[in-house]
C-alpha cells in the first residue's frame, strides 16, 4: 500500500485530496493542525508519530525531523542498500508528500507583528521535507500548491506522473522553499544595506501573450501575497494586459503617485505624453490630453484618485490601451465598457514591503538599487541668480522637478498651469532634450518653467529655452560650466534654482 504524508498550512482543498489519495489506496499520515482538519473533515488518517515513534513536542517544533519520515522518503528505490537499511529499522516508504510551509509572509506583513511571532513562523520540518521529496522525485511525489492537487489525482489515476512531470513538480518544490527563505531573509536583515547574497521572491501572477516583441515569451510576478501596486491590481475590464502595456502601467502609475492633487498622466513608451493637476481629476485629464493630442493616442492613463464618471467620459473619446487607478468607482464602469478591449486596472498604492528594490537584469548578473523616492527638499536648494522665482513659478518648478524624476534621460519638461507642456526625453544630449521640448510646447513654452534632470553642460541649453519664452529653471547645478549657465540665466532674466540632486531615468 503507498504512504502519503500531509502536512499542509493552506488547507484549501486538502480534504478532497486526500479522499482521492484515499480511494487510489493510499494509506494517509498528517501532522498536527492537518491530522485535525482531515479528522473534522470524516477522512481516516493516521499521526506521523506511528511513523517516527515519537510524538510531536517543543509546541509543535519537532515533529517530522526524524529518520522515521526523511529514511521513507529519501531511500532510492533502485539502491539495495536503502531498501535493506529500511526493513532493518521497520521503517516505511514514503511515496507522496504533500506539504506547504507556515505562513511567515502574512505573519511579518501585519503591522502589529512582533519578531518573537514572526520567529515562531519559521518552518523548519516542512522545508526539510519538501527538499527531501524533490529530490528523490523519481520515487516520490512531491506536492506543494493546492492549485495541483486534481492534477496530480488524475495523473496518480491515469498512470501520467512519469519522470518529466515529476521534475517539474520537483522544481516547483525546490523553488517554493527558495521563495520562503528569500522571505525571512528579507525579514532578518531589515532595511540594512545590501547583503552577500540576494534573491528576489516572486509569485506567478499570469503568464502574458508575449514580451516586449511578439517573439519573446514573458510573465507577471507580483511580489508576495499582498504588496498593492501592479502586482494588487483587480482587473475590472478588458482583456489580458501584455507586457509593454504593464511597463508603461508602471511608469504611469509611479507618475501620478507622486503627487499630492488630483493628477492624470498618459504615457507612452515608458515616458509621459501628457500630465497635469487640477483641482477635480476630470480637468487635470483633459489638460493632461492637450499636452499631446496626438502622441495621447494609443496610451496608457493613470490617475491618482478614484475613477469617476466624468474622467471615464474623456477617456473613452480616443483610443487607449491600459487605464489604471486606485478604485474606479461604479458609475464610470458602463462607460469603459465602451471601449470593448481596453484594459482597465485598479491598483491600489504599492506596499514598502521586505523585498524593496529596484531590480534589473543584465547580462550575466542584477543591478539592485533603492527606489528613487527623493522629493524637492527646500531646505538644500539654493537661488543662484539675481532674480528669484516668483510664488506661481515656485508651484510650477515644484510640479516640473516631480515630473522630470519621470522622464527618461536626458530628460527636460516644460511646466505652465499645472500642466506638463513639453516633454524632451531620452535624448542623447541635453540641448537636443531642450529643443524637442521647446517643439512640443509650442508656444505654451512661453511664461513656463522648465526642469532638468541633471546640470546643464553648457549655457546652450539654458538660451535655447530662454528663447523660448521659459522664465524659471530648476536643474541639480554641478557643472564645470555651472557660471556660464548662471550668467546666461541672469542675462535673460530667468530665474534659476539648484538642487544638489539629479534625478537620472535610464
Not at 488518517?45 to 517543543?58: D, H, I, Q, Y
Not at 552577500?196 to 506567478?204: R, S, V
Not at 555651472?482 to 541672469?490: G, K, L, P, R, S
Request: net charge negative; with cysteine; hydrophobic share 45%.
Amino acid at each position: 500500500m503507498p504512504t502519503a504524508l500531509l502536512s499542509v498550512s493552506e488547507k484549501t482543498g486538502l480534504a478532497a485530496f486526500a479522499r482521492g489519495l484515499a480511494r487510489l489506496g493510499y494509506e494517509l499520515f498528517a501532522t498536527g493542525s492537518t491530522l485535525q482538519a482531515l479528522n473534522d473533515a470524516a477522512v481516516d488518517a493516521r499521526p506521523v508519530s506511528e511513523l517516527t515513534g515519537f510524538p510531536e513536542m517543543m509546541d509543535g517544533r519537532i515533529k517530522t525531523l526524524h529518520p522515521g519520515v526523511h529514511a521513507g522518503i529519501l531511500a532510492r528505490r533502485d539502491r539495495p542498500e536503502h531498501m535493506a537499511a529500511l526493513s532493518e529499522h521497520r521503517l516505511r516508504e514514503i511515496d507522496l508528500v504533500c506539504c506547504n510551509l507556515y505562513p511567515f509572509v502574512s505573519t511579518v506583513l501585519r503591522p502589529d507583528v512582533t519578531f518573537e511571532q514572526a520567529i515562531e513562523q519559521i518552518d523548519v520540518g516542512g522545508p526539510a521535507m519538501i527538499r527531501a521529496a524533490a529530490k528523490n522525485h523519481e520515487s516520490v511525489v512531491v506536492v506543494v500548491r493546492p492549485e495541483r492537487y486534481s492534477e496530480i489525482l488524475a495523473g496518480l489515476s491515469e498512470g501520467t506522473l512519469d519522470a518529466p512531470a515529476r521534475r517539474r513538480l520537483a522544481a516547483e518544490a525546490f523553488a517554493h522553499t527558495s521563495a520562503y527563505d528569500a522571505w525571512i531573509a528579507a525579514y532578518m536583515r531589515g532595511r540594512n544595506g545590501f547583503p552577500p547574497e540576494i534573491t528576489i521572491a516572486g509569485q506567478l501572477a499570469e503568464p502574458l501573450k508575449y514580451g516586449e516583441n511578439e517573439h519573446q515569451k514573458a510573465a507577471f510576478y507580483r511580489l508576495g501575497p499582498d504588496p498593492g501596486g501592479l502586482g494588487g491590481a483587480t482587473q475590472v475590464h478588458g482583456g489580458a494586459p501584455g507586457f509593454n502595456n504593464l511597463q508603461d502601467a508602471s511608469a504611469a502609475i509611479q507618475l501620478v503617485s507622486d503627487y499630492a492633487q488630483p493628477a492624470a498622466a498618459i504615457i507612452k513608451h515608458m515616458n509621459p505624453c501628457g500630465l497635469a493637476v487640477a483641482s477635480e481629476l476630470a480637468t487635470a485629464y483633459r489638460m493632461a490630453y492637450e499636452c499631446d493630442k496626438v502622441s495621447a493616442f494609443g496610451g496608457v492613463v493613470a490617475v491618482n484618485r478614484p475613477l469617476d464618471r466624468a474622467t471615464a467620459e474623456q477617456i473613452v473619446q480616443i483610443v487607449t490601451h491600459v487605464v489604471v487607478a486606485p478604485e474606479v468607482l461604479d458609475e464610470a464602469l458602463p462607460v469603459l465598457a465602451r471601449r470593448k478591449n481596453m484594459v482597465v486596472l485598479a491598483a491600489p498604492p504599492a506596499h514598502h514591503g521586505l523585498l524593496d528594490y529596484d531590480v534589473r537584469s543584465v547580462p550575466g548578473g542584477l543591478l539592485v538599487q533603492e527606489w528613487d523616492r527623493g522629493t524637492l527638499d527646500a531646505s538644500t536648494t539654493k537661488v543662484v541668480t539675481r532674480r528669484a522665482p516668483d510664488e506661481t513659478e515656485w508651484a510650477q518648478l515644484r510640479l516640473a522637478w516631480i515630473a522630470v524624476k519621470h522622464v527618461k534621460s536626458n530628460a527636460i519638461v516644460l511646466f505652465r498651469d499645472g500642466a506638463a507642456v513639453g516633454v524632451g526625453a531620452g535624448q542623447m544630449s541635453r540641448v537636443e532634450a531642450v529643443q524637442l521640448a521647446v517643439l512640443r510646447a509650442g508656444d505654451r513654452s512661453r511664461g513656463a518653467v522648465l526642469a532638468s534632470d541633471a546640470f546643464f553642460p553648457f549655457a546652450d541649453g539654458l538660451q535655447l529655452a530662454a528663447q523660448a519664452g521659459v522664465t524659471a529653471v530648476i536643474q541639480p547645478g554641478g557643472s564645470m560650466k555651472d557660471e556660464e549657465v548662471i550668467a546666461a540665466a541672469d542675462e535673460a532674466g530667468v530665474a534659476m534654482v539648484v538642487t544638489g540632486r539629479r534625478h537620472f531615468r535610464h
